[in-house]
């Protein structure tokens, strides 16, 4: 194997632009004329303009540099304005990597409700350490993000300038047309350079379910997301620079198609659940219940990162605020008291495991409420720690998105911690 990682990656390119998938990497692909694309985590595109380059997302620290060293390869101009899609930390964070030595400090624009992402972030560090530990590595107090996310307040570049509506940029007389969109954030931007007929999009399009039901993390908008993509394929652009991903290059037709394809997939879930709350107003779940999930064969709308069942839930919270519906759930007993009443109704906590097992090859939902009941009931017998892991170990690996996945995989995980603890 090449000891050289960044040399496996920087000569790949999408075969076929169907083939682009969510976790390609690759780049710097020329996607126009002195226009590239890369990605490793998280997309980057950059423009060379006569004053210099323009960066649309900057990837994280953990991946910008050797994203850097295969754009250095082809352009050794400073960058000179960089624009931030959204202010994830795989998309703000990795600016100075790109900065050649002695250059001035970059023009760094972005949507204005970005600083108080950043506040945010500042005042939850913990809290983003460990729900991000969850969502991507499968347990509670993954090293990897308890290190380095920590340090994630505030990127080391800030924006010097903020938007709110849209904005055209004029650099070395190429013209970007910035505007916003709430989507999988409250601060996403996309980008369109018409002279060379490249959009950016950030992560409205990452070549899977769109992240817009995200459990773990704040509001989505998936109706407004909707309209920024029916106005983003009324822009004509030949090629796609998506935030996770391959591009799309130089097919007009099929970058209009994915745009008009995922507004439509978004729109139909939040119609679908608006008429069900519409229908008296069930308890949420039973809402999850009746929405019939809108289904794609298409690639870019695969349930790989994020799935519909979860955009349904977000549509939900949004209009239906934080109460489940269910009366005893307003202002519910602690679920340690409601376990062990159950547990001692079903015959202890044993029972309530045995048969979760039972129930688990053709009810696996089910069986999850009941093991986590004997978790909860009895949080330091070993079997039913060992138990109730296997249990979401086995419904982790049924899975097909990542959070779901993933968020099983951290259940079984924190099933054992209690035992190794006790």
């Not at 390119?13 to 002195?34: H, I, M, R, Y």
């Not at 624009?109 to 950043?118: P, S, T």
């Not at 394929?233 to 394809?261: W, Y």
Request: charged content about 25%; overall charge negative; glycine content about 8%.
């Amino acid at each position: 194997m090449d000891e050289n990682p960044a040399s496996q990656w920087m000569s790949a390119s999408p075969q076929d632009p169907l083939e682009a998938k969510f976790f390609w990497t690759g780049g710097p692909v020329e996607v126009a004329a002195d226009t590239w694309f890369a990605s490793l985590g998280s997309g980057v595109t950059a423009f060379d303009t006569r004053d210099g380059l323009v960066l649309v997302d900057t990837g994280t620290r953990l991946f910008a540099g050797e994203m850097a060293d295969g754009l250095r390869a082809r352009t050794d101009l400073p960058v000179h304005t960089a624009i931030y899609t959204h202010g994830h930390i795989d998309h703000a964070f990795g600016l100075d990597a790109f900065l050649v030595e002695g250059q001035a400090a970059p023009h760094v624009v972005a949507q204005e409700r970005m600083a108080e992402r950043f506040a945010r972030y500042a005042r939850s560090p913990r809290h983003n350490a460990t729900v991000n530990s969850r969502q991507f590595g499968g347990r509670d107090d993954d090293p990897a993000f308890q290190g380095e996310e920590l340090r994630f307040g505030y990127p080391t570049h800030e924006p010097t300038r903020y938007y709110q509506h849209s904005l055209e940029l004029d650099v070395g007389g190429t013209a970007f047309e910035l505007h916003a969109c709430r989507g999988e954030t409250d601060d996403h931007t996309w980008v369109y350079c018409p002279e060379r007929r490249v959009l950016c999009t950030g992560d409205l399009i990452i070549w899977g379910v769109p992240n817009a039901g995200n459990p773990q993390k704040a509001q989505r908008y998936p109706w407004d997301w909707a309209k920024g993509l029916r106005a983003m394929a009324e822009t004509g652009a030949a090629t796609l620079c998506p935030g996770h991903g391959g591009p799309v290059v130089n097919d007009p037709r099929l970058v209009r198609r994915i745009l008009q394809d995922t507004a439509a997939f978004l729109e139909e879930i939040v119609n679908r659940t608006l008429a069900v709350l519409e229908d008296g107003s069930p308890p949420h779940v039973d809402v999850v219940r009746r929405v019939k999930l809108p289904e794609s064969a298409a690639p870019w709308l695969q349930p790989v990162y994020d799935e519909a069942e979860f955009i349904v839930r977000n549509v939900i919270r949004y209009y239906g605020g934080w109460w489940s519906g269910r009366p005893s759930e307003l202002k519910p007993s602690p679920r340690a008291d409601v376990a062990a009443e159950l547990a001692a109704l079903s015959g202890g906590p044993g029972a309530l495991l045995v048969r979760a097992v039972e129930l688990a090859p053709h009810d696996m939902p089910l069986a999850c409420h009941l093991a986590d009941y004997a978790l909860e009931a009895a949080p330091d017998d070993p079997a039913i720690a060992e138990g109730v892991a296997a249990l979401y170990t086995d419904r982790g690996a049924r899975e097909t998105s990542l959070m779901a996945t993933n968020l099983y995989r951290s259940a079984a995980a924190g099933a054992l911690k209690r035992l190794s603890s006790s």
